[in-house]
């Protein structure tokens, strides 16, 4: 019973922060913190944790537990980073000024500006655009051509027997540069799509139509080509998103359980076609589609827990982000990987085994310790939040609207993946700058000679 007092207490103080912190958690306003107490926490840590301290999970993973204690020790760990990212999120507001209420509705209600005054340099900007989608676009050709086994193509043709190895050899087996991969086809091309979309919407002219047709097929293949469930739902997630931030769209209950049932359907053939059957399968809540949210997505933290600092020694300095130790030539030692090799030590020799993602006080605990999940709950309490107010502050430009909303998804998934990877992101920082890059040349061609005038004018 004190457990579950505990989660309803977490549960509501959290929620009252992250409300407070960011001017609302609402379904007709969703907003970055939303998606983070839904999605991070209460769907993919706090249910599971839940079911993992009462002993009535029934995890094939958690069975691996070699400490009992494990199972408190973890749920206090989940609890107490909700908590104390909530608490960051408000002390962080209160430090820089920042008026939740007041500028999210002011945001909100504020029109979409394409900001651009002269038909000429919306010409331009276009041009430049639609340069950087076209080396997207053949980023994606180059990726397939060298990409020894591809799954998708494979289960078009009919050809769904090997599809779980085929997902694996289509990482392992690839022989081109990884930069354009990751980069310019798997990163770039759904974010363009989304500024494309976002740029039809609102100015509605075929140009900027054409372009996301061609976008949005370019993005759904990178992003199923390997056969993973989830990146296609979250890019349809994203369009979704923008709909809405744009004005093109409001939540309704109808329209919300429309979405419900095209992303259940989507789950449901993903699965049917690597070979899941029966619907006890389905809706059994320890195993498939709900066992993998609810369950799967989280117990990897307690093993985490369980094992570091009992039967493997703490990562310390090897568990920092690979861009910061590459400065001092050190490879880096990811806590997942270590993990994965004790769990599944026969997939890792068959060359067989995925990832093991699960919430970042997994890793961060493999690191220092308790020490490390505070750490690393503080830090991201405050790179949200500074995340948070800069878009809520920045113009309502499509681009800016179209990154937010990739923030918006793509921090809560880098959330329950690790915590190496959120320290620096160079992805993030190289996107940001590549789409961003158009707008600041056009806008700079735009206000420099008015600058320049007005500069002479005075003198």
């Known amino acids: 019973m004190i457990w579950i007092l505990v989660w309803i207490l977490t549960l509501i103080i959290g929620v009252t922060l992250l409300h407070k912190s960011s001017g609302g958690l609402s379904f007709n306003k969703p907003n970055l913190h939303l998606v983070i107490f839904g999605y991070v926490y209460l769907i993919s840590s706090l249910i599971g944790s839940l079911l993992i301290v009462l002993e009535i999970d029934r995890s094939y993973i958690i069975n691996k537990l070699m400490f009992p204690e494990s199972r408190q020790l973890g749920f206090l760990l989940v609890c107490g980073s909700f908590l104390l990212f909530a608490f960051t999120t408000v002390i962080v507001s209160k430090i820089v000024g920042f008026k939740p209420d007041l500028e999210f509705n002011r945001y909100w209600h504020a029109p979409v500006n394409e900001v651009f005054s002269s038909e000429k340099n919306k010409k331009l900007f276009f041009r430049i655009f639609l340069g950087l989608s076209v080396v997207s676009l053949l980023s994606i050709i180059y990726t397939l051509l060298h990409t020894s086994t591809i799954p998708l193509f494979s289960a078009i043709l009919g050809n769904t027997a090997d599809l779980a190895k085929g997902r694996i050899d289509a990482k392992e087996g690839y022989t081109g540069i990884v930069y354009v991969k990751n980069i310019l086809a798997i990163g770039l091309t759904p974010l363009l799509s989304i ?32 056969f993973e469930k989830a990146p296609a739902m979250f890019y349809m997630i994203m369009l979704v998103l923008t709909s809405i931030f744009v004005g093109k769209l409001k939540l309704n209950l109808r329209i919300v359980l429309l979405f419900t049932a095209i ?37 990897p933290m307690y093993i985490f827990v369980d094992r570091f600092g009992e039967v493997y020694p703490f990562l310390h300095l090897y568990g920092l982000p690979e861009s910061i130790l590459k400065l001092y030539d050190v490879d880096q030692m990811r806590g997942a990987r270590v993990i994965m090799m004790d769990l ?18 997994g890793e961060a605990y493999a690191t220092y310790g308790v020490w490390s999940v505070v750490f690393a709950s503080v830090y991201l309490g405050v790179f949200v939040q500074l995340l948070y107010i800069l878009f809520i502050r920045l113009p309502k430009h499509p681009i800016f609207i179209s990154l937010f909303v990739y923030f918006i998804i793509s921090v809560p998934r880098a959330m329950v993946g690790g915590f ?40």
Do not use: C
């Open 344 to 361: 599944f030590p026969d997939k890792v020799q068959e060359g067989t085994a995925g990832v093991l993602n699960t919430l970042y006080v």
């Open 263 to 299: 992303g259940v359907a989507y789950i449901v053939v993903m699965y049917t076609l690597l070979g899941a059957t029966g619907s006890s399968t389905f809706l059994n809540y320890s195993q498939g589609p709900i066992g993998r949210i609810i369950l799967t997505q989280i117990a």
């Open 195 to 226: 500024i494309s979309f976002a740029y039809a919407l609102k100015t509605h002219r075929w140009a900027w139509r054409v372009l996301f047709g061609f976008l949005f097929v370019g993005a759904m293949i990178i992003q199923l080509y390997n």
């Open 420 to 459: 190496s990877d959120l320290v620096i992101n160079p992805i993030w920082i190289i996107l940001f700058t590549m789409t961003v890059l158009p707008y600041a040349i056009v806008r700079l061609k735009e206000t420099w000679p008015k600058s320049i005038k007005k500069m002479n004018k005075s003198s």
